[in-house]
């Protein structure tokens, strides 16, 4: 099971940006797919989280009302659809997987499969 990230950049602050998350080999079917971003000198995060069955999501504070997160199963793709970034959004961006069917949560040790990670920088 392996997951791919794309549509990462440089971005100035208050722009926009999405990112995809793409499985390799599998369908989304009976995943639940997270979002988590690691700064320079900081732990990883959970960013925000997409439910299988539900469509349930869940959000980081720091990211409410700024990022939204969508899934089509059918491409299949997971889209992190981020506005109103800030410098402090910079972060390599990681997608990962969670065999679940109902709900989601931002626990990084919940989620067996990792994407490579995509930079995504927000400067002027």
């Known amino acids: 099971v392996q997951v791919v990230e794309s549509g990462g950049g440089l971005v100035q602050p208050g722009g926009s940006l999405t990112l995809s998350c793409t499985p390799s080999?599998?369908?989304?079917?009976?995943?639940?797919i997270g979002w988590f971003r690691q700064a320079p000198g900081k732990e990883r995060e959970g960013v925000a989280c997409?439910?299988?069955?539900?469509?349930?999501?869940e959000f980081a504070e720091s990211v409410k009302g700024r990022f939204t997160i969508s899934r089509d199963n059918a491409s299949p793709t997971v889209y992190l659809q981020m506005s109103a970034l800030r410098p402090e959004d910079t972060a390599v961006y990681y997608c990962?997987?969670?065999?679940?069917?109902?709900?989601?949560?931002?626990?990084?040790?919940?989620?067996?499969?990792w994407g490579q990670g995509a930079q995504v920088t927000v400067s002027s």
């Open positions: 990962a997987v969670e065999q679940l069917t109902l709900g989601c949560d931002l626990e990084e040790y919940n989620y067996d499969s």
């Open positions: 080999g599998f369908t989304l079917d009976g995943y639940a």
């Open positions: 997409i439910a299988d069955s539900d469509g349930d999501t």
